[in-house]
């Protein structure tokens, strides 16, 4: 049984405890589930889940903050009488290797305000974009901050998952 699944049986006795099943409720007993697996994590050797657990928190807080950047970016742009937008087609290789981390890395490319996901090339090495925002021609700073950025949080949350190993093993 996996530590995520323990997580939540933990959460579903703490809704059957209180009786009250709301979501607040059931974050709350998630959150319980968790700190008891902090404490026993040395004992049942939970420290990747619990590592983990914070890497998919920041990787959400990290796309909140970048949707809310490039979103007020656009915005600003957009009320502006004169645009200051330079768009083009960036190619970014790809460190991501699995189906399930580059639809990831895409579909949030996508969904930021400013930049669009195209293609993958058919070796899947190379993912293709359009950004509205690339400052003075400089295609590598667009090309760096999205390796650096949201590639980087994807793969520190997929290569010590069985996400990337699942993929892995279910594309041969």
């Known amino acids: 049984m996996t530590l995520l699944l323990i997580n939540f049986i933990l959460a579903i006795v703490w809704i059957f405890i209180t009786g009250e099943f ?7 007993g998630f959150f319980l589930g968790y700190l008891v697996l902090v404490v026993v994590s040395p004992a049942i050797d939970g420290g990747q889940y619990v590592r983990k657990v914070w890497k998919v928190l920041f990787l959400i807080v990290y796309f909140i903050k970048e949707l809310f950047v490039s979103s007020i970016r656009v915005a600003i742009d957009v009320m502006k009488p004169t645009f200051r937008m330079q768009s083009g087609v960036v190619a970014i290789p790809l460190d991501a290797q699995t189906d399930f981390e580059i639809t990831l890395l895409a579909n949030m490319i996508s969904l930021t305000p400013g930049t669009l996901s195209l293609d993958v090339a058919p070796d899947g090495k ?47």
């Not at 709301?22 to 709350?28: A, D, P, Q, V």
């Open 22 to 28: 709301t979501l607040g409720n059931i974050m709350f």
């Open 126 to 172: 190379t993912l293709y974009i359009h950004a509205m925002y690339i400052d003075n021609g400089d295609v590598e700073s667009v090309r760096n901050s999205i390796k650096e950025g949201m590639e980087r949080h994807i793969l520190d949350v997929t290569r010590d998952t069985g996400f990337s190993k699942y993929r892995d093993e279910a594309s041969h």
